[in-house]
């Protein structure tokens, strides 16, 4: 953990006016913490200071939800979660909580901690919006490279690379007798060796290749783990390669053109890339709150932000030690929603 940074004084809301939160990034993070937030923490507040009000308002340019998790096992069988699972619509998660939520569609581009404001850009609009927070939240995740697993701003974009990917695999299953036509998954961690299983359940016979990078599958757990996906794939039929991977690939109407690491390509049925290279959504912070690699940096365990001027947090795979996985956000989403909720007690004069 970091040490603690000297905090300016900041200004927040006279009593009359709402407490504003505002949440950057809408999905699981951004979405768990606001309905902890406005269910639980809040509410609560509110019962023991009677002149309390707030408002919390998200940001971010997905109207939807998206189910990420289901996301493998969509390029298989596209008709398998309805849409309406796979991505739920954000606004209408929270009509319930009526006035005290607002969804605002933008981008934060950047914020000006002098005056607690962020900047928003929005699609539609010229200007750029101007939000002031008295408690921030960032919770804008990470874009991975395939456009398969990315929350694009629209989900109909996902959803069609879903569909792109499902007919290609769907062809390459129909000519499996044909040399070109075998399936390619790069990835040596979990989503990798669930894709390549996935697709050679669903489509038997078919030739499927996960090719890894390193050594053995599954580095970051014990290597009787590796061992155990490598022995459970091969069951499957899965060709396994270790040390290699793809460093180009091309889509042609009919087949994919793929480059090895060492220069020779190959033309194959489809190309699947389940690495994990992808990039923290953090470029709109200032780079004295981030790590080299672009987290957030922590001043305490409780997701108290490193720097800035205090009330700011955040959550999910921006967290510096993040172990980039949907299931650690729900306890995040409980500690952080105290957090904001115990320093708001504290402005109001309220004890620990
Ligand atoms: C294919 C796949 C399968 C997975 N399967 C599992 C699994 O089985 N189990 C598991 O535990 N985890 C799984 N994970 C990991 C899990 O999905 C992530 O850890 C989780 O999505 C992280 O949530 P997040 O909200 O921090 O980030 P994200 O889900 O990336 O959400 C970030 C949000 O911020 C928004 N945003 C980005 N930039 C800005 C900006 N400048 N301003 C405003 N908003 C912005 C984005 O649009 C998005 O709404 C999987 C991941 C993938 C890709």
Known sequence: MASEPPYKKQKTSSPAEPHKIVIVGGNFAGINLAHYLLHDTLPGLQKLHPDFSYKVTLVTPNTHFFFKVTAPREIVRPDQVPEEELFPSIVENFVKYRSSFKYVRGKAVALRDADSTVIVKRDMEQEELELQWDALAIATGATPASPLWTLHDNR?????????????????????????????????????????????????????????PGERLLPSLPPQAGEDAKTALEALGVYIKLNERIVDSRPTTTNVSVMLHDGDTMSVGAYIDATGPRTLNT???????????GHVLMRDENFRIHGGPGRIYAIGEVVVGSGETAVEVDGMAATVASSIGADINTTLGGGI
């Open 283 to 293: 470029g709109w912070l200032p780079k004295a709150w981030l790590d080299e690699g």
């Open 156 to 212: 109909k974009e996902t959803k069609a690379a879903i569909m792109r990917l499902h007919q290609r695999l769907a062809k390459a299953a129909a000519s499996k007798g044909n040399k070109f036509s075998a399936v390619i998954v790069t990835g040596e961690g979990p989503l990798g060796i669930e894709v390549a299983g996935d697709v050679a359940h669903a489509y038997p016979g078919t030739r499927v290749v996960l090719m890894a």
